[in-house]
């Protein structure tokens, strides 16, 4: 069989599983193959299907994400490592990092709390040269993840990781002040009924914060003032319909709120500033 007929062959059987059946088979072939998908498109289809492509394919077959059969994810276009302990980096979640780059092009500290992989505060600092970034997380595992992402990616001497939780007493008190604050932190509703593959594999420390998914925004933005700078900008990521909750607990701690959409025109993140008057 050829790679090309192993991958028609496989996009049929995980029809019923995933809705991006070809693709997930032609990436999952990719990884395999130790190539591109677009190499692989253009010059491996007609070769042997290799060996271990069935197995891939199984665990995709009971959800098991891509992104941690690969162990890899692109993110603002860059390749980073993820694992169970962290949440996959989406593409909807670039929009915090435009906002970022378009508030403070400048910034020259930067801090990620619940870093994860590492996704956004290496995106930010890819494109801002001077600038030195924190990623807080209170979990080790996704904190090597972090680390080895930026070390990969030649980001080592700009940032560093450490273990933070913004619920613990003086988590904070080390920090310093910041130009740009970002968190995508827990924002789903404990009973909200998830995708298979993000209920049954991604982190659900990451995911879940009460029952109206805004557990963790009440006990961080209040926090957030003390860890910026005159004139700093904080960027949350947001659920869908989270925008007017959230804004009201900013506005209650003394923010002003900008919503940002995400491509698909969907409520995403808020820039947060201290307000003036």
């Not at 505060?121 to 993840?145: I, K, P, Y």
């Not at 860890?227 to 701690?253: F, T």
């Amino acid at each position: 069989m050829t790679i090309g007929e192993a991958i028609r062959a496989a996009a049929e059987r995980l029809a019923a599983t995933s809705d991006t059946a070809r693709l997930d088979a032609e990436l999952l072939m990719a990884h395999l193959e130790g190539v591109s998908r677009s190499e692989l498109l253009l010059y491996r289809l007609r070769e042997p299907a290799p060996p271990g492509f069935a197995a891939l394919v199984e665990r995709r077959m009971t959800h098991e994400p891509v992104a941690y059969i690969t162990g890899r994810q692109e993110f603002c276009g860059l390749p980073l490592r993820v694992t169970p302990a962290t949440l996959i980096p989406r593409g909807d979640s670039e929009t915090l990092v435009e906002a970022a780059l378009a508030l403070k092009p400048d910034a020259l500290r930067v801090l990620d709390l619940g870093t994860g992989s590492g996704a956004l505060l290496l995106a930010v600092l890819a494109h801002c040269g001077a600038a030195q970034g924190v990623g807080l997380d209170r979990s080790e595992a996704a904190l090597d993840v972090a680390r080895s992402n930026a070390e990969s990616l030649g980001l080592r001497p700009q940032a560093r990781f450490e273990t933070g939780d913004w619920h613990a007493a003086g988590w904070a008190d080390d920090l310093g002040t910041f130009d740009l604050v970002l968190c995508n932190p827990p924002y789903v509703e404990a009973d909200a009924a998830l995708d298979r593959q993000v209920q049954a594999f991604e982190p659900a420390s990451a995911l879940f914060a009460g029952p109206e998914g805004l557990d963790d925004y009440r006990v961080l933005i209040p926090q957030l003032r003390a860890l910026m700078n005159p004139g700093a900008g904080a960027i949350l990521e947001i659920g869908a319909n989270q925008a007017d909750a959230v804004a009201a607990l900013a506005d209650a701690a003394g923010f002003s709120t900008e919503l940002r959409r995400d491509l698909a025109g969907r409520a995403r993140a808020l820039v947060l500033r201290v307000r003036t008057t």
